[in-house]
């Protein structure tokens, strides 16, 4: 089996240790490096060629926003999933917008987090179950009004 691998980019080193302690008790995954910013993210992503970049999106220097742009355009091979604590729709359109896979929140339980490296990896996008209604509302930009709605004609009972 060809394993999925994984660069992990967080500038919190213990939640680094976390998530690659996670990844090497899936006999699927196998992390292969990790970066402290959004600069080593993309020099690492050039130099590894993993096959998901798992990416904060607030760190310090370069934030994952500048990271991803950078892998788009240099590794456009490598899929990119945000891992971020912003529960934020303009967030999640951004980073929609400029190539991301996926984007889970930190608050997600492991399994879920899993199930996005995976979907990302067979090339499919991932967006947090927390997030998919503010996404589906936004999309269709306002909430529909169900009780404007009027029926085309009354049914009548048949006796």
Do not use: C
């Not at 993309?42 to 991803?68: C, H, I, K, W, Y």
């Not at 359109?93 to 996926?102: D, Y």
């Amino acid at each position: 089996m060809t394993k999925i691998r994984v660069l992990l980019a967080d500038d919190h080193a213990v939640l680094r240790a976390g998530l690659k302690a996670l990844l090497a008790t899936q006999p699927d995954l196998e992390p292969v490096g990790e970066a402290g910013d959004g600069a080593e993210a993309v020099r690492l992503a050039e130099s590894l060629q993993p096959d998901v970049l798992l990416l904060d999106v607030t760190m310090p220097g370069n934030d994952g926003f500048a990271a991803l742009r950078a892998v788009r355009q240099r590794v456009p091979g490598v899929r990119v999933l945000l891992l971020t604590m912003h529960e934020n729709e303009t967030l999640l359109r951004e980073a929609l917008r400029l190539g991301a896979s996926g984007y889970v929140l930190k608050k997600a339980a492991e399994s879920e987090l899993l199930t996005a490296i995976r979907a990302v990896a067979r090339g499919e996008a991932f967006v947090d179950p927390a997030m998919t209604k503010a996404m589906i509302e936004g999309y269709l930009g306002t909430e529909p009004q169900i009780s404007n709605l009027k029926p085309q004609r009354e049914l009548r009972r048949m006796d």
